[in-house]
Nanobody
Framework: QVQLVESGGGLVQPGGSLRLSCAASGSIFSISVMSWYRQAPGKQRELVADISRYGSTTYISSVRGRFTISRDNAKNTVYLQMNSLKLEDTAVYYC??????????WGQGTQVTVSS
């Protein structure tokens, strides 16, 4: 049984920072591509950033230079450091784990609200 538990969401002013964490149980973490997705009200879920098992990263253009994804395989945890937050970053953020094969796993989501 694989479980992903996100934490670190909250309310922040524009220009502020938050750090999201996703702790994974089970043995698949170190072999998985780990990703952060987000879903804003009325919009489709979108991939924000991902990191391979070897540490290679990709980002959507709207967050590049502001967000940083990282992972600690010893702690089975992936992070998303979010700086210079904007109103449009408001969404529920989801952690995703994709090990080799077709199965993917999702966390329950954590709310990030950027508001003045």
């Amino acid at each position: 049984q694989v479980q992903l538990v996100e934490s670190g969401g909250g309310l922040v002013q524009p220009g502020g920072s938050l750090r999201l964490s996703c702790a994974a149980s089970g043995s698949i973490f170190s072999i998985s591509v780990m990703s952060w997705y987000r879903q804003a009200p009325g919009k489709q879920r979108e991939l924000v950033a991902d990191i391979s098992r070897y540490g290679s990263t990709t980002y959507i253009s709207s967050v590049r230079g502001r967000f940083t994804i990282s992972r600690d395989n010893a702690k089975n945890t992936v992070y998303l450091q979010m700086n210079s937050l904007k109103l449009e970053d408001t969404a529920v953020y989801y952690c995703n784990a994709k090990p080799p094969g077709t199965t993917t796993y999702w966390g329950q989501g954590t709310q990030v609200t950027v508001s003045s």
